[in-house]
């Protein structure tokens, strides 16, 4: 494999593992806050111990996240010191903010931990909603950061340098609202589907069936109203990538010829060598709208870029595929959910929905590896769009294979001493339940 190769497999691993654990921990803390909350109304034992465990669950998987999230941020210095050389001026602002909303985040996180008896009700349930609020916040200045690398803004560049910069306005990226608002309903969906079906598996083993049915109460309301509102948002942002991004748009619905009435393909295998795509269902003017809003709109094709400044495509459809396979599943299984909570049918009776959830646990999470995946590979060959290609950011120094290596042997033990140990905090506490 390539020096590059390299270094953008163990940003790409690094990457993936930490945002499985930051998007737990944005998301988590929003449930413990609605189990403490409830507590404090009706002062159902049940309650507090839900808040109980999802407290432990947030405390287990913010010291993850915070441990990967640093490592990570060194990474991008280590590995692509040509990046930071002209990015750091222009975009340093919101790495900034985002520092404080961390340690604002941990700062509330310790109050709740530790403020049971030391804090008044009021104050303690406000610090259980700060720690989601400032993990949302931390969320969304990371997610500005990749924006602008996907839409620089900001700055003017001239000769290979950045002039007038605007860290204001760079912050502030076309990309930045819905790749945010894309990115922190997937989270939710990711999380809330996993714990799903972690309590339905406790279901289906008839352990402490009154604590689980309690956290599915809470679930999957949460998972079904991220899921109908996700395919919403999908549809801006590719309409979005359209305009700012087309051999992105291309690259992703393995659009090789500018063409009007431009088909939109369910599955296929792109051929790049050949520009065509074999199997798969190509429903005409399907691209033209879903881009565009007109099926007779015209759609720019990767032939229509040169060689060197087209993304991979195969990765990027099949990534894509996946993510949009699982986003339409969520949202019709969701709006039957609606419907048969409209009808008063009682859903967690029945052992085969149970085991729908425990089959469907980690199927979340790949949806959003797979977005992140589209959004990477989908903005290659440039680090920053038009701007700064990746090849010309990567460090020069050797021995890349040697730090992949230690970064996945030491990330896999971390992820598995931490999913231990929260497995293990989950049946103690619903076995006490």
Same mark, same amino acid.
Not at 375 to 393: C, K, M, N, S
């Given at each position: 494999?390539?020096?590059?190769?390299?270094?953008?497999?163990?940003?790409?691993?690094?990457?993936?593992?930490?945002?499985?654990?930051?998007?737990?921990?944005?998301?988590?803390p929003f449930l413990m806050f609605q189990a403490y909350r409830r507590y404090l109304k009706h002062g159902d034992p049940l309650d507090l111990r839900l808040t109980r465990a999802w407290m432990k669950g947030?405390?287990?998987?913010?010291?993850?996240? %915070?441990?990967?999230?640093? @490592? &990570? *941020? #060194?990474? $991008?210095? !280590? +590995?692509?010191?040509?990046?930071?050389?002209?990015?750091?001026?222009?975009?340093?602002?919101?790495?900034?903010?985002?520092?404080?909303?961390?340690?604002?985040?941990?700062?509330?996180?310790?109050?709740?931990?530790?403020?049971?008896?030391?804090?008044?009700?009021?104050?303690?349930?406000?610090?259980?909603?700060?720690?989601?609020?400032?993990?949302?916040?931390?969320?969304?200045?990371?997610?500005?950061?990749?924006?602008?690398?996907?839409?620089?803004?900001?700055?003017?560049?001239?000769?290979?340098?950045?002039?007038?910069?605007?860290?204001?306005?760079?912050?502030?990226?076309?990309?930045?609202?819905?790749?945010?608002?894309?990115?922190?309903?997937?989270?939710?969906?990711?999380?809330?589907?996993?714990?799903?079906?972690?309590?339905?598996?406790?279901?289906?083993?008839?352990?402490?069936? %009154?604590?689980?049915?309690? @956290? &599915? *109460? #809470?679930? $999957?309301? !949460? +998972?079904?109203?991220?899921?109908?509102?996700?395919?919403?948002?999908?549809?801006?942002?590719?309409?979005?990538?359209?305009?700012?991004?087309?051999?992105?748009?291309?690259?992703?619905?393995?659009?090789?010829?500018?063409?009007?009435?431009?088909?939109?393909?369910?599955?296929?295998?792109?051929?790049?060598?050949?520009?065509?795509?074999?199997?798969?269902?190509?429903?005409?003017?399907?691209?033209?709208?879903?881009?565009?809003?007109?099926?007779?709109?015209?759609?720019?094709?990767?032939?229509?870029?040169?060689?060197?400044?087209?993304?991979?495509?195969?990765?990027?459809?099949?990534?894509?595929?996946?993510?949009?396979?699982?986003?339409?599943?969520?949202?019709?299984?969701?709006?039957?959910?609606?419907?048969?909570?409209?009808?008063?049918?009682?859903?967690?009776?029945?052992?085969?929905?149970?085991?729908?959830?425990?089959? &469907?646990?980690?199927?979340?999470? !790949?949806?959003?590896?797979?977005?992140?995946?589209?959004?990477?590979?989908?903005?290659?060959?440039?680090?920053?769009?038009?701007?700064?290609?990746?090849?010309?950011?990567?460090?020069?120094?050797?021995?890349?294979?040697?730090?992949?290596?230690?970064?996945?042997?030491?990330?896999?033990?971390?992820?598995?001493?931490?999913?231990?140990?929260?497995?293990?905090?989950?049946?103690?506490?619903?076995?006490?339940?």
């Amino acid at each position: 494999m390539t020096h590059l190769l390299l270094a953008r497999l163990q940003m790409a691993f690094s990457l993936g593992f930490h945002i499985v654990f930051a998007s737990i921990s944005m998301v988590m803390p929003f449930l413990m806050f609605q189990a403490y909350r409830r507590y404090l109304k009706h002062g159902d034992p049940l309650d507090l111990r839900l808040t109980r465990a999802w407290m432990k669950g947030s405390a287990i998987l913010f010291a993850t996240g %915070a441990v990967s999230g640093t @490592a &990570l *941020s #060194f990474q $991008l210095g !280590l +590995l692509w010191p040509g990046f930071m050389e002209h990015a750091g001026p222009i975009i340093g602002m919101p790495f900034s903010l985002e520092g404080a909303a961390f340690f604002l985040e941990a700062i509330f996180l310790g109050l709740f931990l530790y403020g049971w008896k030391a804090l008044s009700p009021r104050v303690h349930l406000f610090c259980a909603a700060m720690v989601g609020l400032c993990g949302l916040a931390s969320g969304i200045l990371v997610i500005a950061a990749n924006g602008w690398m996907n839409s620089p803004a900001g700055f003017d560049w001239i000769e290979g340098q950045a002039f007038n910069i605007d860290p204001w306005a760079a912050m502030f990226n076309r990309a930045w609202p819905l790749q945010a608002l894309h990115m922190l309903l997937a989270a939710f969906q990711a999380t809330t589907l996993a714990a799903a079906g972690l309590h339905a598996w406790g279901l289906l083993r008839e352990t402490a069936p %009154a604590f689980h049915r309690r @956290a &599915l *109460s #809470f679930l $999957l309301p !949460l +998972l079904a109203v991220s899921s109908l509102l996700q395919p919403l948002v999908g549809d801006l942002s590719a309409k979005s990538v359209a305009q700012r991004q087309p051999e992105k748009l291309a690259a992703f619905e393995a659009h090789f010829h500018t063409e009007t009435r431009a088909p939109l393909w369910l599955g296929g295998w792109p051929l790049e060598e050949e520009s065509r795509v074999v199997g798969g269902i190509a429903i005409p003017g399907g691209l033209s709208f879903l881009a565009f809003g007109d099926l007779e709109a015209e759609v720019k094709g990767l032939n229509d870029f040169p060689p060197d400044e087209r993304p991979p495509v195969l990765v990027t459809h099949l990534a894509f595929q996946l993510m949009v396979g699982i986003g339409t599943m969520l949202a019709a299984l969701s709006l039957a959910y609606g419907l048969a909570r409209w009808r008063r049918v009682e859903l967690l009776s029945r052992r085969w929905i149970l085991r729908l959830l425990v089959l &469907l646990t980690p199927a979340g999470f !790949l949806a959003l590896e797979a977005g992140w995946v589209v959004t990477e590979v989908g903005r290659q060959p440039w680090i920053i769009y038009r701007v700064l290609r990746t090849a010309d950011a990567v460090t020069p120094v050797p021995g890349m294979g040697w730090t992949l290596a230690g970064v996945v042997v030491l990330y896999t033990i971390l992820g598995l001493l931490s999913f231990g140990l929260l497995a293990l905090w989950f049946r103690r506490e619903a076995r006490d339940a």
